[in-house]
């Protein structure tokens, strides 16, 4: 019998066959394969290709193109995922990639469509479909069996598996500025499945269940399913179409701006972004009320986490879109770039069963609003949302897209207060949602206390504002700030290009201290034609003749149709004490009015002093 280390010398594969070994044998290390990092190595060749992409396509050519699941005896309920649907494996450490069942199709497992189902169910329906829970002292087998879901056929696997490809980005640190400035981001490879079609296989232990009593377990899962199916149902993944029932608060909305890309290059729309922007905004509210550690654990708790141990949070959140938000491009030559535009409804419920009472529970969804409100008026979602979108507002700059837009869509269906029109509506609501936020703290334990030491927080002393009437998309003015570079002979500090104000972009990449928005003032007029109801007018790219006349339609780019009255400019700087001297010179200069016209706008309360 040979020794151990003689039997591992011989089981080694000269260098020439161990390339052969598919990625789904290989050891997870490096070297070998990581499937869940994506980093280029340098003086890597034109061709080189991800380890992830090799492995998608490996399966995909391996997988039977004829469904496997028969449904003989079963109950079929098929139901359509709106974006993607991820079902973690946990076989590989690192890397979230599908259940596989048989001849390579990708399965939820019965299990957990059971637990979600259950969820929906009275205690009585739980008991009787379901049976009693494995803590019960006498265990009662429920009626119905769980068969899983799987796709209802082949076309999961289309364009070559480009579909399967998923990326996860986490950014928070940077984006709020954690580490003064240190701050570093990833991406990391997913696999999960673009909006596929599945099938939900049920049957019951009793032959003689009757339909009407199908046509309620039927009822049923449909209701569990608004909860979202498979895994990171709390950022919208797994969603079947819009909320019902208890719905925390719900807004329409529409927008445009830069799209996303996957590893693979292709463009897609995310609605990831929206509850990104929300969990980002309440962690700069929550900074400016209390400690570092403080904030992070409520809006951990209030979100979720994959820290630690990890927790489910208490909101998820569902986008609806009136229309696919079909992607287009924009730019010139080798600066060209994806772009969307979307209408749709965002809604908020919870995510899991709140110790909250009636008056908690009111207080979220008053902390909700207040969250939306800012975003709408301060900032906005997904890429480039530190900037109005010049394919609007600045045109001239065709050279790639920058900046997003967002409007309200029925904003008299909103809570009073929340869709604002001027900078003393500003100042009010920002109060308002410091208030909420302490609330919230109080209610759940916390205290509020000094500020966290981050680059954005929501507080009087750190978070400066001005704003100014704009007559129309083609009256901003901060925008044009951030393409004009410094002068030695004659500086002025508005020129912000490439200044740690504006943001540096080419080698450090490191986020400005500033935001700029456009908030259309309807001034009593209703807003326009969402995308997806109505045709536009005209692209958003061309600078309308007279104010609230068509603009010139440029085709091939997706937009949507712009207000074409006056706007609320506003402008936001945060003070930084390394940037002392760069902000102190801007906001002596926004103070003059910036020679456009700009008015500081202050938001202290009683507890700031």
Same mark, same amino acid.
């Given at each position: 019998m040979p020794r151990p280390d003689q039997a591992e010398k011989d089981l080694k594969l000269p260098p020439e066959m161990a390339g052969e070994v598919p990625r789904e044998y290989r050891a997870q290390v490096e070297g070998r394969c990581q499937r869940q990092f994506i980093p280029k190595p340098k003086d890597s060749p034109s061709d080189w290709t991800s380890d992830i992409e090799v492995w998608i396509e490996e399966w995909v050519k391996g997988i039977d193109p004829k469904c496997p699941f028969r449904s003989d005896g079963l109950r079929l309920v098929t139901v359509q995922?709106?974006?993607?649907?991820?079902? #973690?494996?946990?076989?590989?450490?690192?890397?979230?990639?599908?259940?596989?069942?048989?001849?390579?199709?990708?399965?939820?497992?019965? /299990?957990?469509?059971?637990?979600?189902?259950?969820?929906?169910? =009275?205690?009585?329906?739980?008991?009787?479909?379901? %049976?009693?829970?494995?803590?019960?002292?006498?265990?009662?087998? %429920?009626?119905?069996?769980?068969?899983?879901?799987?796709?209802?056929? @082949?076309?999961?696997?289309?364009?070559?598996?480009?579909?399967?490809?998923?990326?996860?980005?986490?950014? +928070? #640190?940077?984006?709020?500025g954690f580490e003064a400035g240190k701050e570093s981001h990833s991406a990391f490879g997913v696999v999960s499945l673009l909006r596929p079609r599945l099938c939900i296989g049920l049957s019951s232990t009793r032959s003689d269940l009757s339909?009407?009593?199908?046509?309620?377990?039927?009822?049923?899962?449909?209701?569990?399913?608004?909860?979202?199916?498979?895994?990171?149902?709390?950022?919208?993944?797994?969603?079947?179409? *819009?909320?019902?029932?208890?719905?925390?608060?719900?807004? *329409?909305?529409?927008? +445009?701006?830069?799209?996303?890309?996957?590893?693979?290059?292709?463009?897609?729309?995310?609605?990831?972004?929206?509850?990104?922007?929300?969990?980002?905004?309440?962690?700069r509210l929550f900074?400016?009320?209390?400690?570092?550690?403080?904030? +992070?654990?409520?809006?951990?708790?209030?979100?979720?986490?994959?820290?630690?141990? %990890? #927790?489910?949070?208490?909101?998820?959140?569902?986008? /609806?879109?009136?229309? @696919?938000?079909?992607?287009?491009?924009?730019?010139?030559? =080798?600066?060209?770039?994806?772009?969307?535009?979307?209408?749709?409804?965002?809604?908020?419920?919870?995510?899991?069963?709140?110790r909250a009472d009636e008056s908690e529970e009111k207080s979220l969804k008053e902390l909700l609003a207040c969250l939306h409100g800012i975003t709408m008026a301060l900032a906005g979602f997904g890429k480039g949302w530190r900037r109005p979108d010049h394919r609007i507002f600045h045109p001239r700059y065709g050279k790639t897209p920058i900046g997003c837009?967002?409007?309200?869509?029925?904003?008299?269906?909103?809570? /009073?207060?929340?869709?604002?029109? /001027?900078?003393?509506?500003?100042?009010?609501?920002?109060?308002?949602?410091?208030?909420?936020?302490?609330?919230?703290?109080?209610?759940?334990?916390?205290?509020?206390?000094?500020? @966290?030491?981050?680059?954005?927080?929501?507080?009087?002393?750190?978070?400066?504002i001005w704003v100014r009437r704009a007559d129309g998309t083609d009256d901003a003015?901060?925008?044009?700030?951030?393409?004009?570079?410094? +002068?030695?002979?004659?500086p002025d500090p508005r020129d912000l290009k490439a200044t740690p104000v504006g943001g540096q972009v080419n080698k450090v990449n490191k986020v400005g201290l500033a935001w700029n928005r456009m908030l259309p003032l309807l001034d009593g007029s209703s807003p326009p034609s969402p995308t997806g109801q109505a045709p536009p007018r005209g692209a958003a790219t061309a600078r309308p003749r007279r104010p609230g006349a068509p603009a010139a339609p440029s085709p091939g780019e997706a937009s949507i149709t712009p207000w074409h009255g006056p706007y609320l400019e506003s402008f936001v700087l945060f003070r930084d004490r390394r940037q002392q001297r760069l902000t102190a010179a801007l906001e002596n200069k926004l103070d003059e009015g910036a020679g456009a016209g700009f008015k500081r706008i202050r938001y202290e309360d009683q507890e700031d002093t």
């Open positions: 995922v709106d974006w993607r649907l991820i079902s #973690n494996s946990g076989v590989d450490e690192g890397i979230i990639r599908p259940v596989l069942g048989a001849r390579g199709w990708p399965i939820l497992p019965g /299990s957990g469509i059971k637990g979600l189902f259950r969820r929906a169910c =009275s205690p009585e329906q739980a008991l009787h479909w379901c %049976g009693s829970r494995c803590a019960d002292a006498e265990p009662c087998p %429920g009626i119905l069996r769980f068969h899983g879901a799987w796709p209802l056929d @082949a076309s999961w696997r289309d364009r070559n598996g480009c579909g399967l490809l998923d990326v996860a980005h986490p950014q +928070q #640190n940077w984006q709020v339909e009407e009593e199908w046509k309620e377990i039927t009822a049923t899962l449909h209701r569990a399913l608004e909860r979202g199916l498979g895994g990171r149902t709390c950022v919208g993944y797994g969603t079947t179409g *819009r909320l019902s029932g208890d719905v925390l608060f719900q807004c *329409r909305l529409e927008g +445009q701006g830069p799209a996303a890309r996957l590893l693979n290059g292709e463009p897609e729309f995310r609605p990831t972004m929206f509850r990104a922007a929300i969990r980002g905004m309440a962690l900074g400016g009320l209390s400690d570092e550690a403080t904030a +992070q654990k409520t809006v951990n708790q209030l979100f979720g986490s994959v820290e630690g141990t %990890g #927790n489910v949070g208490l909101l998820a959140t569902a986008y /609806s879109s009136d229309a @696919a938000p079909g992607p287009g491009t924009y730019g010139r030559g =080798s600066w060209k770039q994806p772009v969307y535009a979307t209408s749709g409804c965002l809604q908020w419920r919870l995510a899991r069963t709140c837009h967002w409007q309200w869509l029925a904003p008299e269906t909103l809570p /009073s207060g929340i869709p604002v029109q /001027s900078g003393e509506q500003i100042s009010a609501l920002l109060r308002r949602a410091r208030r909420s936020g302490r609330r919230w703290l109080e209610a759940t334990g916390q205290r509020p206390a000094s500020p @966290a030491p981050w680059r954005e927080v929501i507080h009087p002393e750190q978070m400066q003015e901060a925008i044009h700030w951030f393409h004009k570079t410094p +002068q030695r002979e004659n």
